[in-house]
């Protein structure tokens, strides 16, 4: 209501939150699952990546709830940008090192090329899976783009059908970012389930930076989900795994491919896709926090800027929609990205056509599918 009446918009908006979870996001709701599943089958240690830091403090908690050794790749940028998503992991007994780290064959064949690495989520995954692969009681689990995950996400979209239903409420648009997709496609499947069913008919709009466009610039092609080509090929949106995309804030969308369940689903013409640069979602997220009161953390900031400008298009053209969006995590780690806001020092980061046709280069198979 309060975004509402800042924006002076007939738009209904409502959001989604998935910060309430102990580790402030909606990476909880796969990361229990995935655990529990493991300590059935008597598994000892899980390893896996993180980016922003969201996904390994989710298994860092899930793995102190069921007894699990936790050990996690964090990518350096974050490593150095979220020093407190780091004790976080530690508070809850997980192992945490900078990516690329030293420790496997795949950090040092990066380290060996650029000893500053910022590192990327492809990187870190080649790190924890070669960990995985080469212990037998060691397994990886992976927070996002794969199958199993987008469906442990769908619970974030069944509960949100019962809540609009409460409101009497129709969605006309929603909206979610993308990094690998699975807060996105936890919230939007089940929608795309009643809209095929002729139940509604909402707009569907995935929000992704402009710095790692992989819906929108990117090729649909089999590809490796990771830089060293360690996981099985993906039949995916992506901007080829040895991107390295600049580093924007929101970590946890700097991944160079898009889940094969969204990427199907684009391809169908079920959703569509816009991009949005940096300042344009922090001006976003310091709108939301100063009217509804809670901080964003970057990733969601891009599906508030994209609200916001569906928000003001209702303004201009006198429309009552209403619009929902996946507030999918809290900021309160992500303040020093606050901070250079602020200040006036955050800039937006380019997206180098260049660099991603040498990164598509390397593709295995580089069919335009
Ligand atoms: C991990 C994460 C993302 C990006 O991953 P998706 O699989 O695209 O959801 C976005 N926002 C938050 C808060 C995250 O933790």
Avoid at 66 to 73: A, I, K, P, R, T
Avoid at 217 to 245: E, I, N, Q, S, W
Avoid at 246 to 256: E, K, M, Q, T, V
């Amino acid at each position: 209501k309060r975004l509402e009446k800042l924006l002076n918009t007939p738009a209904r908006i409502y959001y989604k939150y998935e910060g309430v979870s102990p580790a402030g996001s909606h990476k909880a709701n796969t990361a229990v699952p995935q655990v529990w599943y493991n300590a059935q089958q008597g598994v000892k240690n899980v390893v896996t990546e993180t980016g922003a830091g969201q996904w390994g403090s989710s298994l860092a908690f899930a793995c102190a709830l069921f007894g699990l050794n936790c050990e996690v790749w964090q990518v350096r940028t974050s490593y150095d940008q979220k020093p407190y998503r780091k004790l976080m992991m530690e508070t809850w007994g997980a192992k945490v090192h900078p990516s690329p780290s030293g420790l496997t064959k795949s950090g040092q064949r990066v380290l060996e090329k650029d000893p500053s690495s910022p590192g990327s989520l492809g990187i870190a995954i080649s790190e924890a899976v070669e960990i995985a692969a080469a212990n037998a009681d060691t397994k990886y689990c992976l927070g996002s783009v794969l199958n199993h995950v987008l469906l442990h996400q769908t619970v974030i979209g069944e509960e949100c059908i019962k809540q609009l239903e409460a409101f009497g409420e129709t969605p006309d648009v929603i909206i979610g970012c993308t990094g690998g997709g699975s807060n996105f496609a936890g919230l939007v499947f089940p929608f795309i389930r009643e809209k095929l069913s002729g139940k509604i008919d909402p707009v569907i709009r995935a929000v992704e930076p402009e710095a790692c466009p992989s819906l929108t610039k990117g090729v649909y092609a089999y590809d490796y989900g990771d830089t060293a080509g360690m996981t099985p090929l993906m039949k995916m949106h992506t901007l080829g795994h040895d991107f390295v995309p600049d580093p924007i804030h929101a970590g946890g969308l700097r991944y160079h491919g898009m889940s094969p369940l969204v990427s199907h689903v684009y391809e169908l013409g079920f959703m569509e896709v816009t991009s949005m640069p940096q300042t344009e979602c922090f001006e976003g997220a310091i709108k939301f926090a100063r009217s509804e009161g809670l901080i964003a953390a970057p990733e969601p900031a891009h599906a508030i800027a994209a609200t916001i400008r569906e928000a003001l298009h209702c303004r201009d053209t006198g429309e009552s929609k209403v619009i929902v969006m996946a507030m999918c995590g809290h900021g309160h780690f992500d303040l020093t990205s606050y901070e250079k806001y602020l200040q006036g020092s955050l800039v937006d980061l380019s997206f180098s056509e260049d660099k991603m046709q040498a990164s598509l280069a390397s593709i295995p198979r580089p069919v335009l599918l």
